[in-house]
Structure formats: C-alpha cells, structure tokens
C-alpha cells in the first residue's frame, strides 16, 4: 500500500468550508479512480466521493450538492472543495486511489486499496 498525505483539515462551523487537498504519484494509471472517505469515532468507513481519471464524479448522498470532488492531473492532486458543512460530516478524511473506487461498490468497500492517506481530521461545530 501507497501512503498518500491529505491536507486541509480543521475546525470550522456548520455551514463554513474546508477544501481538503491530496496529492498523488503520477504514475498511478487511468484504470484507477481516485476517491475520498471519512470515519468517524464509533462508526464504519464511508465513501464520500469519487473521481474517474477522465472527471465522472460519484458522490455519497449525504454530500451531494455540498461536496464537490476534482483533480489536478497537472499537478497530480486531489480535492475536495466542502461547503455548507454540518456537524455530521465530523470525520477523518482520507484519500485513496484503487481500480475498486470505479465500481458501484466504492461507497461501502471497506477492504485495503492500493493507495490510502494517513487521514485529516473535519470538526464541524454548530
């Protein structure tokens, strides 16, 4: 496993914004997708969104219309632009990257993926 290293974390209040950034290895190929999660304490992992290399985006319901998930492949990073946040999107946030997060199982897979982040703590507050 690749260890990949999220940024932009931190503690804002509901309705404010975050934009968490991941970069990742340009040699990671375009059967891959690349995706991010979140786990909150006493709770399974989650996927929040998702990216095909070529931009079809996927996106958890929880987040739809809040989150918004794109990449720089110039500059071979990750983003997820948070808006609107609420106090249930509390969370260590990871990036990951696998042929996995392509599937219709990206959301609930719970498994290893060939890349995954050390994590980025979100505290929202009301």
């Known amino acids: 496993q690749v260890q990949l290293a999220e940024s932009g974390g931190g503690s804002v209040q509901t309705g404010g914004s975050l934009r968490l950034s991941c970069p990742f290895p340009?040699?990671?190929?375009?059967?891959?997708?690349l995706g991010w999660y979140r786990q909150a304490p006493g709770k399974e992992r989650e996927g929040v969104a998702v990216?095909?290399?070529?931009?079809?985006?996927r996106y958890s319901d929880s987040v739809k219309g809040r989150f918004t998930i794109s990449q720089d492949n110039a500059k071979h990073t990750l983003f997820l632009q948070m808006d609107n946040v609420k106090p249930e999107d509390t969370a260590m946030y990871y990036c990951?990257?696998?042929?996995?997060?392509?599937?219709?199982?990206?959301?609930?897979?719970?498994?290893?993926?060939?890349?995954w982040g050390q994590g980025t703590q979100v505290t929202v507050s009301s």
């Open positions: 340009g040699y990671i190929d375009s059967t891959n997708c």
């Open positions: 990216i095909e290399m070529y931009g079809t985006t």
């Open positions: 990951a990257a696998d042929t996995v997060l392509c599937s219709r199982r990206w959301r609930s897979y719970a498994g290893p993926t060939r890349y």
